[in-house]
C-alpha cells in the first residue's frame, strides 16, 4: 500500500516532452524525499533527481535545465517535467519515497519502489 505507482511515459520524438506522475499514499505522511531513477535497458540505474520535503530539489548533471521535479500535496502526486527529450533519455523511469522508520526521525528509513513507467525517444 505504500508503493508508489508511476504514470506519463510512452513514445516520444528527439525535442519533444513528457510529464511522469508519481502517485503513493506515503505522500499523506512527513515521508523524508522522493527521487526518480531511470534505467536503460542492459545498463546501471541512474538517478535523475530529487525532492526532499523542505523542499529542495536536484538534478543529475545530464537533466540539469531540461527536468523539473514538483509536488502537487493535494493530489498526494509528484511529478517529472522532462523537456528537450533525447534519445539518451530513453529508459525505465521509476520514482522511489523514503519514509521514516520512526515518526519525524530521516536517520533511519526504508524504501519503497515504483514498478517503472517506460520513456522511449526516437524518431
Known amino acids: 500500500q505504500e508503493q508508489p505507482v508511476e504514470s506519463g511515459g510512452g513514445s516520444v520524438q528527439p525535442g519533444g516532452s513528457l510529464r511522469l506522475a508519481c502517485t503513493s499514499p506515503?505522500?499523506?505522511?512527513?515521508?523524508?524525499?522522493v527521487d526518480w531513477y531511470r534505467q536503460p535497458i542492459g545498463k546501471p540505474r541512474e538517478w535523475v533527481s530529487g525532492?526532499?520535503?523542505?523542499?529542495?530539489?536536484g538534478y543529475a548533471d545530464s537533466v540539469k535545465g531540461r527536468f523539473t521535479i514538483s509536488e502537487d500535496t493535494a493530489k498526494d502526486t509528484v511529478y517529472l517535467q522532462m523537456n528537450s527529450l533525447t534519445p539518451q533519455d530513453t529508459a525505465m523511469y521509476s520514482c522511489?519515497?523514503?519514509?521514516?522508520?520512526?515518526?519525524?526521525?530521516?536517520?533511519?528509513?526504508?524504501?519503497?519502489w515504483g514498478q517503472g513507467t517506460q520513456v522511449t525517444v526516437s524518431s
Open positions: 506515503g505522500f499523506v505522511s512527513d515521508y523524508c524525499r
Open positions: 522511489v519515497i523514503a519514509l521514516p522508520l520512526d515518526p519525524g526521525d530521516c536517520q533511519r528509513f526504508k524504501l519503497y
Open positions: 525532492l526532499v520535503n523542505d523542499g529542495d530539489t
